[in-house]
């Protein structure tokens, strides 16, 4: 037996598939009683069931979101996923994800695709959200995740960078440490990592580049030598390490166990990003505990308020900064 659709119901009752939309979303007030009554009596005798493609079609509203993340395989990114799924989940809609593989050009070809599938709305965790395909964006109808552009044109979701990292290293002069080095990937104008390079800045009051290492993915040679004469010449001196995230961690911690140094009897070592792991270390590794999830489900909020201001023929606001804030966790690297 064929399934019954939203246009079998219309026929049925002699009316169009917007009035049976309207009854499915209980806007009984666009209708007379008599039509309502008809409406149930048909559903109820046919065992009619709405799908979301049915409802989309009447309501020509889209129920899909559409996401593009820069990597999947950082674990950040998979947490964050978590919620976005769970939050459109709860709220009806579907997902369609898409990974650039920090590609640039794969990245549009993404999004473009997305905009195809008439979905409702785009998240996007972008490689360079000074990118041109972001000036023609709508912030209506997008969000950006995780790494910001000098000028806000669309609303976007970040953790306290700046201040989190200040305070976590103005704690770790407090302990003693004489001097402190920043380990990152490749700078690169990434508003993540500048953000979370000037607080390191700002609570060591340096003011050149001597005290940041560049972590190479394709060789640690050069990571390997600067590490090396820093502890061979640090003689009496205290020295700490602040790592911009989890899998620069464990380059540093790497290749420094390998050197036949331990932390904390050689140096300190903390970190951005809270993982399982660091808590199994022995000691634990202290870190700035972002809370990724609550960034996927703040992005789908967002947007779907956006979302729901145009249904309102509400004006969206202009695009701003949401931060959310992160914890301090300290255990005894340092």
Avoid at 161 to 180: R, T
Avoid at 202 to 207: K, L
Avoid at 256 to 284: A, K, S
């Amino acid at each position: 037996m064929a399934k019954i659709t939203i246009n079998d119901v219309a026929q049925l009752v002699g009316v169009s598939t917007a009035t049976i939309s309207n009854y499915l979303n209980g806007n009984f007030s666009k209708m007379s009683e008599k039509t309502r009554i008809r409406i149930t009596e048909i559903i109820k005798n046919t065992n009619y069931q709405p799908s979301n493609v049915a409802h989309q079609l009447a309501t020509n509203e889209a129920r899909t979101i559409g996401v593009s993340v820069v990597d999947i395989t950082n674990p950040f990114t998979s947490t964050v996923l978590s919620g976005i799924y769970e939050a459109c989940g709860q709220a009806g809609y579907s997902v369609i994800f898409t990974n650039a593989s920090n590609n640039d050009a794969v990245e549009l070809d993404n999004i473009n695709k997305l905009r195809q599938q008439d979905t409702a709305g785009l998240i996007i965790n972008p490689i360079n959200p000074e990118s041109p395909i972001y000036k023609v964006l709508s912030n209506e109808n997008v969000v950006l995740l995780d790494r910001q552009a000098k000028e806000t044109r669309i609303d976007t979701i970040v953790t306290d960078n700046f201040s989190s990292v200040k305070s976590f290293i103005q704690d770790m002069k407090k302990n003693g440490y004489d001097e402190l080095y920043f380990v990152s990937w490749p700078i690169q104008k990434i508003s993540t990592r500048l953000l979370r390079y000037n607080g390191f800045n700002s609570a060591m009051h340096y003011t050149d580049d001597h005290h940041l290492l560049i972590v190479n993915e394709s060789s640690s040679s050069a990571l390997k030598e600067e590490l090396y004469t820093i502890m061979q010449n640090r003689k009496t001196k205290r020295i700490g390490f602040f790592s911009m995230n989890a899998k620069v961690l464990i380059q540093l911690l790497t290749i420094l166990q390998q050197m036949d140094y331990n932390y904390p009897e050689d140096f300190g070592v903390g970190t951005y990003e809270d993982l399982e792991w660091m808590q199994i270390f022995r000691p634990g590794i202290s870190c700035i505990s972002q809370n990724s999830k609550k960034l996927g489900e703040l992005a789908v909020k967002t947007l779907l308020d956006k979302l729901q201001q145009q249904r309102n023929n509400s004006p969206v606001p202009k695009a701003r900064i949401i931060e959310v804030p992160t914890s301090f966790i300290k255990r005894a690297s340092y």
